[in-house]
């Protein structure tokens, strides 16, 4: 029940093509999902977030859908950039133990110029 | 402001011996989460503390343990180290009254 599951494992996408990864989850008292991007030799960094009393939620070319009913989530990226070029991570937590995030296993994004 | 901190950067142990990482939380941050990374099992989470108090435990061996100062640094330990153990060990601070986690850029540590 405390499992993130994430997909594609990997992604190749055009430049200036739309990226998506999905993820989905099992545990109703997760109530924030973050989405982290991380590149190689850095810690990863928060992206955007959502919780689940809004559906969408867009900060510049990322964008999360949330569909509560499903327990599922994702990311959009728009007019994805050879610098978007990372591995994301989404993520899930609930008001007990708000800091305990659970991570998904990673998505290696690679934007073709 | 300055991000998280991490020190040391990279460490090279050997099994059996233990070792200490160190973390300083974004000024004012008062929450500090441990997490491991490694190719087989991702990220998983090691401890939260707040003001000096472990609050949440992830599912990892006695060997594992920290503790947090007052002045919100964190470290973390782990004795009689196993191969197993090499990881990218990263710390994370919060800010009050929210969830959002920032995380440092980590401790790579091998175990040979």
């Known amino acids: 029940q405390q499992q993130v599951k994430q997909s594609p494992q990997s992604l190749i996408v055009q430049k200036g093509g739309i990226s998506i990864i999905n993820c989905a989850y099992e545990?109703?008292?997760?109530?924030?999902f973050p989405w982290y991007q991380q590149f190689p030799g850095k810690g990863p960094a928060l992206l955007i977030a959502i919780r689940p009393d809004v559906s969408e939620k867009k900060e510049g070319r990322f964008t999360i859908s949330f569909n509560k009913s499903a327990k599922q989530f994702s990311l959009h990226i728009m007019d994805s950039q050879p610098g978007d070029s990372a591995t994301y991570f989404c993520?899930?937590?609930?008001?007990?133990?708000?800091?305990?995030?659970?991570f998904g296993q990673g998505t290696r994004l690679t934007i073709n110029p | 402001k300055a991000g998280v901190t991490q020190t040391p950067r990279y460490l090279i142990k050997t099994r059996g011996q233990q070792v200490t990482l160190s973390c300083s939380p974004i000024?004012?941050?008062?929450?500090v989460s441990w997490y491991q990374q490694t190719p087989g099992q991702g990220l998983q989470f090691l401890f939260e503390?707040?003001?000096?108090?472990?609050?949440n435990k992830g599912n990892f061996p006695g060997r594992f343990s920290g503790r947090q100062f007052s002045n919100s640094r964190s470290e973390m330990n782990v004795s009689t180290l196993e191969l197993g153990d090499s990881a990218l060990y990263l710390c994370?601070?919060?800010?009050?009254?929210?969830?959002?986690?920032?995380f440092g850029p980590g401790t790579r540590l091998t175990v040979t």
């Open positions: 994370a601070s919060r800010p009050a009254g929210t969830y959002e986690q920032y």
């Open positions: 503390y707040f003001s000096e108090t472990q609050r």
């Open positions: 545990n109703t008292a997760f109530d924030y």
């Open positions: 000024s004012g941050h008062r929450s």
């Open positions: 993520a899930a937590s609930g008001s007990q133990g708000a800091q305990k995030l659970v």
